[in-house]
């Protein structure tokens, strides 16, 4: 998956940021930054954190078209 999108845009990155905790769940919002502009993001919320972050970058990439959008994940509780 970051490999493909460095071949598409060898300038590009990727930011995560945990932007709330709601409970015991994280919210993820990645960005992918392409020259210097956001051209995606991508969001998810889950009790652990990686996981979200896995999900907000697989979102965000699939805008640009580098990989499939994911199936919605269910946590346990």
């Known amino acids: 998956m970051l490999d493909q ?7 590009g990155c990727l930011i995560s940021e945990v932007t709330q ?3 015991t769940e994280f919210v993820v919002r990645v ?3 392409v020259d210097g502009v956001a051209r ?3 969001l998810a ?5 990686t ?4 999900i907000a970058r697989a979102r ?4 640009l078209g580098i990989m499939e959008i994911p ?3 269910i946590s346990p509780t």
């Open 45 to 49: 919320m889950d009790v652990r954190v």
């Open 5 to 11: 999108f460095r071949s598409v845009y060898p300038n």
């Open 21 to 23: 905790i709601f409970k």
């Open 40 to 42: 995606a993001t991508g």
């Open 31 to 33: 960005t992918v930054i």
């Open 60 to 63: 965000a990439l699939a805008v």
């Open 71 to 73: 199936k919605p994940v």
């Open 51 to 54: 996981v979200a972050e896995d």
